[in-house]
């Protein structure tokens, strides 16, 4: 469709669309008002589907949308918009950046309805999105430095140093075994964990392990890097491989004793630690490994007969968790609470597990005190203590301290005639008068002062306690001993 100058002013004129013009005389805010104004117009157009053949789409210089002269034109304008300047208000954007070379499959028509050529519909930001119709900013020339981080050749001090920096490296140039070997040592002369172990996962990866283990037995930091990264990572078969090539048996068996610690069925680990007492481990290793077995085979034992037991002390103390898998110490606890009484021959009998595992008398005694007590059987716990001379006397002994005895005593709620009959044993006065004190145990504290013939303390003490009370009775009669030569 052509028009001469008139006809075109006549048409804009009389058509119900205003067209955008950029006024020279409008300031800013103008401009940017009309250009909202436009865009709504267009969005208009755009969810008006229905009146799409209603409505003529025209361009802005006239031209329907579309026509062959619209199309010749837009081709044009384009071509000449790289070499001419635009005379604008708004910034000037330079488009000199390469544009994709194929034809375009969007019309500035379909982007704002969201079709394309090819008659499908899409959403204008997908047309926006669309890699054929976006402008791409220029790409920065990047530095020489940095072209010549990805073209050099490191060598070993390079690349630990890279490595150290945190800047990117590769391995893979490494090939040869002298080259490798090269790197490790590299990594070793720096210092640092990190870079060594990924240096050695490298080589784990690229190596034999044969070669592998028979360079770390001549690298000692390296080899030790390498034994924690296979611990870390579970890696048992390989640690095992390991330490058997470097004739480290005794580290060999107890990697593999270790296994134990993933078998959660008790029967199989007990025949998992019985296979384990052939390994080679040292003496003192083996007896723990020996003990091992024989407590887990005998918690097996007491666990089965205590689930079908029918005794009192269960009904009265319900059992509150397994005894399997626990401490020596917890398993012996538990017998002296559950089967004090029972004969040396059983093997819940707490006499048998402390032969059987030779547990100190210091260890038995502070075991079997806590059990007791936590029953409130102070019987057993004077038996703990009553020995005789050679002369037929019994008297209290403890291979630990009195005030530990006290301390326990105490913390299972003892009554005050239990404490004060402990407390009498004590040996340092002032510990004794302290711990009296704390536990208001007044007749061991008279008594002491009685003993040290100190009577300012008495008269002191006397104004602690309550005017009547059997121990006021107590320091006035004390007090009132004419026979008692006083100190003070």
């Known amino acids: 469709m052509n028009r001469g100058k008139p006809d075109e002013d006549e048409y804009w004129n009389s058509s119900k669309f205003n067209a955008f013009t950029f006024d020279d005389d409008d300031d800013d805010f103008t401009k940017l008002k009309e250009s909202k104004k436009a865009v709504n117009s267009i969005r208009g157009l755009v969810e008006e589907d229905d009146d799409e053949d209603d409505v003529e789409k025209v361009s802005w210089s006239g031209e329907p949308v579309g026509s062959i002269s619209w199309s010749v034109k837009e081709t044009a304008s384009s071509i000449r918009s790289t070499g001419e300047t635009?005379?604008?208000?708004?910034?000037?954007?330079?488009?000199?950046?390469?544009?994709?070379?194929?034809?375009?499959?969007?019309?500035?028509?379909?982007?704002?309805?969201?079709?394309?050529?090819?008659?499908?519909f899409s959403s204008f930001s997908e047309s926006v999105s669309d890699t054929s119709a976006r402008v791409y900013a220029p790409e920065l020339r990047r530095p020489k430095a940095e072209y010549k981080d990805y073209v050099s050749e490191w060598n070993p001090e390079e690349t630990v140093r890279r490595m150290q920096r945190g800047k990117g490296y590769s391995l893979e140039r490494f090939r040869s075994l002298q080259d490798k070997l090269l790197l490790l040592d590299e990594a070793v002369s720096a210092h640092d964990g990190n870079t060594i172990t990924a240096v050695l996962i490298y080589l784990k990866r690229s190596l034999n392990k044969e070669i592998l283990f028979r360079e770390l037995a001549e690298r000692e930091i390296a080899l030790r890097h390498y034994v924690h990264y296979l611990k870390e990572m579970g890696e048992q078969r390989l640690l095992v491989e390991l330490f058997k090539s470097l004739g480290r048996t005794e580290d060999m068996a107890l990697v593999q004793y270790k296994e134990h610690l993933?078998?959660?069925?008790?029967?199989?680990?007990?025949?998992?630690?019985?296979?384990?007492?052939?390994?080679?481990?040292?003496?003192?290793?083996?007896?723990?490994?020996?003990?091992?077995?024989?407590?887990?085979?005998?918690?097996?034992?007491i666990e089965e007969n205590d689930k079908r037991a029918n005794a009192d002390i269960f009904k009265k103390y319900p059992r509150k968790a397994s005894i399997l898998n626990m401490p020596i110490i917890t398993t012996l606890y538990y017998s002296c609470f559950y089967h004090y009484g029972e004969s040396e021959g059983t093997y819940s009998s707490p006499a048998n597990i402390r032969k059987t595992f030779k547990i100190s008398e210091k260890q038995y005694i502070l075991t079997a005190l806590g059990?007791?007590?936590?029953?409130?059987?102070?019987?057993?716990?004077d038996s703990l203590f009553n020995a005789k001379n050679w002369l037929g006397y019994t008297k209290k002994r403890s291979p630990v301290g009195f005030h530990r005895v006290v301390d326990i005593l105490h913390k299972n709620n003892a009554p005050v005639q239990v404490l004060q009959e402990y407390l009498c044993l004590v040996d340092d006065t002032e510990l004794k008068i302290s711990l009296a004190q704390k536990y208001k145990c007044h007749d061991v504290i008279i008594n002491t002062y009685k003993d040290l013939k100190d009577r300012q303390q008495l008269v002191v003490y006397r104004g602690k306690v309550e005017r009547g009370s059997p121990e006021d009775r107590l320091i006035e009669q004390i007090l009132g001993n004419t026979q008692i030569r006083w100190k003070n």
Not at 371 to 381: H, M, T
């Open 86 to 120: 635009r005379k604008e208000s708004f910034p000037k954007i330079d488009t000199t950046p390469s544009l994709p070379k194929q034809g375009s499959t969007y019309s500035l028509s379909s982007l704002f309805k969201g079709k394309g050529r090819t008659g499908g």
């Open 262 to 301: 993933n078998i959660k069925d008790e029967n199989r680990r007990k025949d998992f630690l019985k296979s384990c007492l052939s390994l080679p481990f040292n003496p003192d290793d083996s007896t723990h490994v020996q003990d091992h077995y024989t407590l887990l085979e005998r918690q097996i034992i």
């Open 371 to 381: 059990a007791r007590a936590k029953l409130k059987s102070w019987f057993d716990v």
